[in-house]
């Protein structure tokens, strides 16, 4: 197999990996399952600092944003991660 092949499914795959990675609540699954931590408290505190992703069609998160706009952030979808 040639490494352009290689490098494409190498590609392939990590694009893979962030969309599942992505998912709602796919990062306390990776802690938990793989061991990064054991203690409850420490998962926790981990998991709080993420930030969860919702889409501007419904329009309760729409409203929850311009009724409280500081606990929003605003970021534009770019097809393919150019630019973020």
Not at 47 to 56: Q, T
Request: proline share 4%; with cysteine; hydrophobic share 40%.
């Amino acid at each position: 197999m040639s490494t352009y092949y290689v490098d494409v499914w190498i590609t392939e795959m990590a694009g893979q990996l962030l969309l599942f990675i992505s998912e709602p609540g796919m990062h306390k699954l990776i802690i938990l399952r793989k061991g990064f931590l054991d203690n409850k408290e420490d998962i926790a505190k981990l998991c709080k600092s993420f930030v969860g992703l919702w889409s501007l069609d419904n329009e309760g998160i729409v409203r929850s944003a311009i009724e409280k706009p500081d606990l929003f952030v605003l970021k534009p979808q770019r097809e393919g991660g150019e630019k973020d």
